[in-house]
């Protein structure tokens, strides 16, 4: 049985120069808009068991195409079919009353889904107990942090037991202890044959969690199949684009008086990451060094300088041989972008800037949103 289904969803966006404008483009029947279409002739179909990745970069539609399939906008043209109880986690904070305690706010998002109050009751305390936000959950939500909102949005979104369940990028600001609960909970859904629709940057999640994945480009479906043919073509796509930030950043700095050369990214242990590389430098030149690890999605996972680290400025002159030691990598098993860098007294201006790929074997299962490992740096 089709659970959801789309035929040819398009949504067009009129853009104002001016709020006035909206009023006299109405009086007087002359265009004074922009169109912008965030989605165009976008159709699928899924069943009962089915698990959809979307995936797509920034601005290709992906988070219209959720907000439609949960209601929340209306197509400008097209059908949308949904059959059975839809619960989503989409910004963070939507469904909830900033003003209202976590426990009035359970109740809130449950009328919001259109599920009856004495369900709600039946439910709190599986929502209270999988949120494990203490004494937190009598407070208004305006004092929660964001993995707090996310904590709470995730338990009253699966503990009422939805038959279709819609993510958008929420696990990404939770911590790791969480997000690794929510994937099993997520889990334990696919076993029961429940609808997942899974939005992420996290190829690696999205290639393992969900069977079919759905390519998103400048609001059409570029491609749409077995997850890893259509990862592995959408890899291929990050690929291109990395290269040529690279270039960019190459070309940025041509002409410099200071050059990155030899750089070499290996692993002394599980957790632990080596990078060494050589400054050359043709006059004496104060600055911070730095470094940072990137998905194949060009997502910054982390990053560190000796300024974050409070350490002084380090005087480079002559051929320097820089070592940095990375401590306790909590990264998935994949290929990553290790970037290397000078920057000025304050750290704010890169001087020069360059990378390696770079494969991280780990026994770690949860590929994080943002981390800061430890760090050393050594200048010899």
């Known amino acids: 049985m089709i659970a959801v289904n789309t035929e040819q969803i398009t949504k067009v ?17 002359r265009p004074l808009h922009k169109e912008l279409v965030a989605l165009s002739d976008v159709t ?72 009856d109050g004495n369900l709600m009751k039946k439910h709190l305390n599986q ?50 202890y969480f997000q690794k609960k929510c994937l099993e909970k997520m889990d334990d859904f696919k076993k029961r044959e429940k609808i997942i629709i899974f939005c992420s940057h996290d190829l690696y999640q999205i290639k393992t969690f969900c069977a079919k994945t759905m390519w998103l480009d400048h609001g059409r479906i570029k491609m749409f199949g077995d997850s890893t043919q259509v990862i592995n073509a959408y890899a291929g796509h990050e690929q291109t684009r990395a290269e040529v930030y690279r270039e960019q950043l190459q070309q940025t700095h041509e002409g410099s008086f200071l050059f990155i050369s030899d750089i070499s990214a290996h692993q ?17 030149f104060i600055g911070h060094i730095g470094w940072a690890i990137l998905r194949r999605d060009m997502f910054q996972v982390s990053f560190m300088t000796t300024h974050m680290q409070e350490k002084e400025p380090v005087l480079l002159e002559g051929t320097k041989n820089v070592s940095i030691r990375v401590q306790d990598l909590n990264l998935v098993n994949d290929n990553y972008f290790v970037y290397v860098g000078i920057f000025d007294s ?29 760090s050393t740096f050594t200048v010899e």
């Open 268 to 284: 002394s242990g599980k957790r632990e990451l080596a990078i060494e590389f050589k400054v050359k430098s043709s006059e004496p």
């Open 13 to 29: 966006y009129k853009l104002y120069n001016k709020p006035l404008d909206r009023l006299k483009e109405f009086l007087f029947h």
């Open 127 to 176: 929502i209270i107990e999988f949120a494990e936000l203490g004494d937190f959950i009598n407070y208004p939500i305006k004092t929660y942090s964001s993995g707090m909102h996310v904590r709470l949005a995730f338990s009253v979104a699966t503990t009422v037991d939805p038959d279709i369940l819609i993510i958008d990028e929420a696990l990404s600001v939770g911590d790791q």
């Open 44 to 115: 699928f179909s899924l069943k009962k068991g089915d698990t959809l990745g979307v995936i797509g970069d920034n601005g290709a539609g992906k988070s219209t195409l959720l907000k439609i399939l949960t209601k929340t906008l209306s197509p400008t043209d097209g059908r949308v079919e949904v059959h059975g109880l839809i619960t989503s986690l989409l910004e963070l904070g939507s469904g909830f009353h900033p003003e209202f305690t976590g426990i009035e706010n359970v109740f809130f998002y449950g009328s919001l889904l259109g599920i």
């Open 346 to 374: 304050q750290a704010y201006k890169p001087i020069a800037v360059e990378s390696i790929d770079c494969t991280l074997t780990t026994d770690y299962e949860i590929l994080n949103s943002l981390c800061f490992f430890r």
